[in-house]
């Protein structure tokens, strides 16, 4: 008896040890948890990201995805290779207080990628004031851009329904609080690539035309900023969250000049991108 009780019990546990049966009837009605894809920079070396982002601390913090680049003393590899931290299915703690058109706390519904560039910005001070905001951004090996090209195609081939208008940076998505990935990431040879958004050039010249006497009200711009994904209140006042949402869409769309000021240029890009990607809203702004 004994021996018909072990067999009985290997029996059990070679079946998976499940004690009841399960009848797999795959339902239309999910979707992916994955919306959004946020990228961002280390401001660290490559062994001190690794370690920021995989040991526990007093505020701990993750990605889904780490890349390095040759450059690096502390890379000590001839060879790249991307590094998984987090599996894409569970949630990583990269974006923080966040937000992206209607979507609060991008954790839940995003993948986060960091990129090794040691980039730095000075503390700011709460309230944050850009006058008193300092960087100094560092630039983005062609390999290591490859590479991350690479890993994204390969993401949004497992979620092609991913939205290009929600691959974004770290700064969009908290502009008064973070400068990352910069204005030397490359946006626009990533769109080139078949990756996020870019703006079409005949558009912006289209806009530049009809702004040129007169730009339309701050309200009207600071509307068309949130309503292609920026988190702004509309408020009618050329103030610090102002500046800081129009320093970020800068830093992504217009690099050479990312003060934050609000000029021609800018709100030109700003309309032809909304046109663009969140068609019909530029009808809601100048009808």
């Not at 980039?119 to 300092?134: A, G, K, R, S, V």
Request: charged letters at 20%; a negative charge; proline letters at 7%.
């Amino acid at each position: 008896m004994m021996f018909v009780a072990r067999i009985a019990l290997l029996v059990f546990l070679i079946a998976g040890c499940t004690p009841y049966k399960i009848i797999d009837v795959p339902s239309g009605n999910l979707n992916s948890r994955v919306d959004y894809i946020v990228l961002h920079a280390t401001s660290q070396d490559f062994s001190e990201s690794l370690d920021t982002l995989t040991i526990h601390s007093t505020y701990p913090v993750s990605s889904h995805y780490l890349i390095p680049h040759l450059d690096d003393d502390s890379y000590h590899k001839d060879d790249l290779a991307v590094y998984r931290l987090v599996p894409e299915h569970e949630r990583a703690w990269h974006a923080g207080l966040s937000q992206w058109g209607k979507e609060v706390s991008l954790n839940d519904r995003s993948i986060g990628i960091e990129v090794v560039n040691e980039f730095y910005c000075n503390e700011q001070t709460e309230p944050p004031n850009i006058d008193n905001l300092e960087c100094e951004f560092m630039p983005y090996p062609e390999h290591q851009i490859e590479l991350l090209i690479r890993l994204l195609k390969d993401i949004l081939n497992r979620y092609p329904e991913l939205d290009p208008i929600d691959i974004v940076g770290h700064a969009d998505i908290a502009p008064q609080r973070k400068s990352d990935p910069g204005p030397n990431f490359p946006w626009q040879q990533m769109y080139a690539a078949g990756i996020g958004t870019w703006y079409e050039e005949s558009d912006v010249q289209r806009y530049t035309q009809l702004f040129v006497g007169q730009l339309p009200k701050l309200i009207i711009i600071q509307r068309a900023l949130k309503i292609l994904g920026y988190p702004i209140e509309d408020s009618g006042l050329y103030d610090e969250q102002t500046r800081f949402a129009f320093r970020a869409m800068q830093m992504h769309y217009r690099p050479s000049n990312y003060t934050g000021n609000i000029d021609l240029e800018t709100v030109a890009i700003l309309f032809a991108l909304i046109e663009k990607y969140r068609f019909p809203g530029i009808k809601e702004l100048l009808d």
